[in-house]
């Protein structure tokens, strides 16, 4: 009993560490040495910041050649930012464990943007941009995040970084006077910052914040509301049989509709309605809309 | 003819989104023809949209009912079973209820 009691512990370990290993031999593909480094190095930057300098010199102003200068820069340091972030990425999903502790990934979410990824080159490039990693926090709320999966995360800085990029591609089509590598510099750093995980925090901040906004435009009845919505339409209902519009046309007016004695009887409803289905969407002109109907008397 | 439409909260119940449909028909002089989840970014999550058509004042139709059924229900019974009380059927949809996708029918008493 024991000698079987042992083996299965055995077997069992054994199975673990098995399958432990498998996960820790799992790698992507080879990646071509071409594009497994950064390409543009700091010399390069230095190099070209100076022909940019110079070129757009009052004094020698070459628009052409400033142009070049400032295009290489920013395509340069989009391809090393573009790097890095496949390597911040590739780190954030090897740590995604740790995004389900709360407390562990509040720290997480709170690090700077060089803890993750490829230290050394991320400095170098922050450096060029002139930005801290550090001192780019955003206030946390543990309840939000905790509700977020690591991958809505992901998706918002890739979502935040596509939208910079687009940003920038576009600005680059103009002249070095209309956006000069200064305003390229400002952009990039709102790149490089879009792909870390404060960025992608940031992204899904404000897109409950819009999805919160978007839910004041929800039609909220209550039984009172529904009580008094069915008065008025029966008032409405005696409206048309009297054929007298002239409470409705007061009622109207006051609700800024450009109405009198002379509109027609399918505008005037038509008009009302256009007010109805307006303050359905909206809180306050619902509160308008029922002060006013009682006003001008179309409901007692 | 001109069509409204409006955004009810999926996360509240079925009698609470019945009123809601019920406030837009009376207090727009209207009625609803259509009422689905919605893929809509304006609707939030978990939103139905209801889309409604214009009634002459007068018209006004009865009230609309609505009935959730069951996972593995059949849709076709159901709807008979309605028709046979004398109510016509609005419209059968996948809706958000109380932040489930449950399949609602929509039906009237004929006037």
Known sequence: MIYTMSFCRVTAALLV????????????PAVPKSISTPVYKDSDFSGDVANYRAATDPAKLDLVAAKAYRDRIVYGMMADIEYLFRDYEGNLFINSAKFNIGGDFLELGLSTAATLGNGARTKTILSALGSAAAGNRISIDKNFFRQRTFEAIVNAMEARRSAVEKRILD?????????????????????????????????????????????????????????????????LAK??????????IKFL??????VDDKTSESDLQQAYRDVANAALDDP???????EEIKKAGVIP | MPTASHFVDGTKTLAEQETDLNDMEQLGAQ??????????????DKGNEALLQPVPFGQQPPPLELIALAAGDDVAKAIAAQVSQGKTVVFHETCWVESKETLVIGVRKQK
């Open chain 2, 31 to 44: 009625k609803v023809t259509s009422y689905a989840e919605s893929t809509k970014p304006a609707a939030g």
């Open chain 1, 239 to 248: 409206i048309s049989t009297t054929k007298d519009y002239s409470k409705l």
């Open chain 1, 171 to 235: 600005q680059l089509q103009k002249s070095a006077d209309l956006y000069p590598f200064e305003a390229a510099l400002k952009d990039l750093r709102e790149y490089f910052f879009a792909g870390t995980l404060e960025g992608g925090l940031t992204e899904l901040q404000q897109e409950t914040g819009a999805a919160a906004r978007t839910n004041l435009h929800r039609v909220e009845a209550t039984k009172e509301m529904l009580t008094e919505a069915t008065a008025i339409n029966h008032s």
């Open chain 1, 17 to 28: 560490l098995g399958m432990t290993g498998c996960i820790a031999r799992i790698k992507g």
């Open chain 1, 284 to 290: 306050e002109l619902m509160k308008k809309f029922r």
């Open chain 1, 253 to 258: 007016r006051a609700m800024g509709k450009n």
